[in-house]
């Protein structure tokens, strides 16, 4: 494997930075109490560029990494005529439009061994899938619609034409209208043709992409290089796992939730702990974090009732816009860039609470950091679902609720919420099994009514 280092990003650009300035001064135009949340995404979108760094790497490292070119397939896929069964190839001519088709077989075909020699109209050879289609065969009948048999057959094949004695040879019969001309066989290129793009640029790389790879030959690929993503908890109640929890304090869990959710992102982490409300240390972290890392999540400290340094020392360090946004958990949310000795790093600064973090991560900061990988992402996919309760739900903001999925006998789906869906109770996400997505102009749910869902698994 070679690894190929490409030049250090800045992030952002020139224009994006004075793009972010213009995102954040018209945000005051809004309700400044309920900025919608697709709003907030779009600003947000608006303002990401990409990273432009790239290494090459093993097909097997590149797994769960964004693609930095378009691949285009240097050779047809399949590369030869092949045969889709195991069965018996031939001419289509030699087929019997009104009758039994009798055919001598000649010889056989194996994947990785090919029949070699000609066969005549009348003669058929025996081949396995995946072998290669004798030149000017084009139908392949599985062996279990033809009748096999063996026969005597006198051929005069030696060197003087004279003849031989009778010995056994084997047949096939295929009874009329069995197969189609054509059948079963699988056309170089049909999967893939040379020349054509296989892969494109800014694909999440999935295991069937690292198949589709090695099948073209390629050992190698330029995926673009890892998002490095600082991030620590603010807050003077914080305590780290291992340290004794002082009365009026709490364990710091948003350390973990974020750690658990950029490495599912594949990004590479810089974990700087907790750090408290003291500006001097803010200050360090924010420092530091903005030197080494693209991005920078910090939770806590962004609530307007926040008596604190943090919201002081986040508008100081860099551009950053603080939001109310109209949604439920995650209602402030702080977005910009803090600036380093040389270069600014992408920031958000998410809530407190436990599953406000992991919301507005979901929902805000995921698609900005998968745009910085150059990652092209789909749209998650919203699934409609019955609702299994009453959900209490006031227009003019976005709920994300937390949801249990619930089989039916009839093949169908339906949804409960997990209960109490306080913005602190983080054992409601490991309880769910999705997010229910509450739209902004949603009224209430009634039992039997339809809502989205955004599943958290999926095949990996
Ligand atoms: P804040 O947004 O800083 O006002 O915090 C809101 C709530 O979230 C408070 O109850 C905090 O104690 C709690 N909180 C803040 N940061 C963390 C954290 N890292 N882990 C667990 N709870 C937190
Ligand atoms: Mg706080």
Redesign the pocket.
């Given at each position: 494997m070679t690894k190929q280092s490409y030049p250090s990003p800045s992030l952002p650009s020139r224009s994006s930075r004075s793009l972010l300035s213009a995102a954040i001064s018209c945000v005051s135009d809004y309700d400044s109490d309920a900025l919608p949340v697709s709003h907030a995404q779009a600003i947000i979108r608006d303002c990401i560029t990409p990273i432009h760094a790239i290494e090459k790497v093993a097909i097997r490292t590149a797994l769960d990494r964004v693609l930095a070119i378009d691949i285009i397939s240097p050779i047809n896929v399949p590369a030869y005529d092949n045969s889709a069964m195991d069965g018996y190839a031939f001419h289509s001519e030699s087929l019997c439009a009104d009758g039994d088709t009798l055919l001598s077989v000649i010889g056989t075909s194996h994947a990785g061994r090919a029949h070699q020699g000609p066969v005549a109209p009348g003669q058929a050879i025996r081949i396995m899938t995946g072998a290669p289609m004798p030149d000017g065969l084009d139908t392949v009948i599985p062996q279990e619609f033809v009748s096999a048999f063996n026969g005597d057959v006198t051929e005069s094949n030696d060197a003087n034409g004279s003849s031989q004695l009778p010995r056994s040879k084997p047949f096939i019969t295929i009874a009329a209208g069995a197969v189609r001309a054509g059948a079963n066989r699988r056309l170089a290129g049909e999967d893939l043709q040379a020349g054509a793009a296989a892969l494109k640029k800014g694909r999440i790389l999935r295991p069937a992409d690292l198949g589709l790879l090695a099948s073209l030959g390629i050992a190698e690929v330029p995926v673009q290089r890892r998002l490095r993503v600082a991030f620590f908890?603010?807050?003077d109640?914080?305590r780290s796992v291992g340290e004794a929890l002082d009365p009026g304090c709490?364990?710091?869990?948003?350390?973990y939730t974020l750690y658990g959710m950029l490495r599912r992102l594949g990004c590479d982490i810089i974990d700087l702990g907790?750090v408290a409300d003291d500006p001097a240390a803010l200050e360090i972290a924010f420092k530091s974090a903005a030197d080494n890392a693209d991005a920078i999540i910090t939770?806590?400290?962004?609530?307007v009732?926040?008596a604190?340094h943090?919201r002081q020392m986040m508008a100081q360090l860099g551009e950053v816009a603080f939001w109310k946004l109209g949604m439920r958990p995650g209602r402030?949310l702080a977005f910009g860039t803090i600036n380093s000795s040389n270069k600014p790093a992408v920031f958000f600064g998410l809530?407190?609470?436990?599953v406000?973090?992991m919301v507005s991560f979901y929902f805000f900061a995921r698609d900005a950091l998968l745009h910085m990988m150059g990652a092209q992402p789909a749209p998650l996919p919203l699934m409609q679902v019955t609702s299994a309760s009453i959900i209490r739900k006031k227009p003019g903001r976005t709920e994300y609720q937390r949801g249990i999925l619930i089989r039916h006998e009839s093949g169908r789906w339906s949804v409960r919420p997990t209960g109490a869906q306080g913005s602190?109770i983080l054992r409601s996400m490991t309880e769910a099994d999705c997010m229910i997505v509450l739209a902004h102009d949603q009224r209430d749910v009634a039992i039997g009514d339809q809502v989205e869902v955004i599943l958290f698994n999926g095949l990996i």
């Open positions: 908890s603010t807050g109640e914080l709490v364990y710091d869990s948003n350390r907790v939770s806590g400290g962004v609530s009732g926040d604190d943090t402030p809530p407190g609470n436990p406000a973090v602190g």
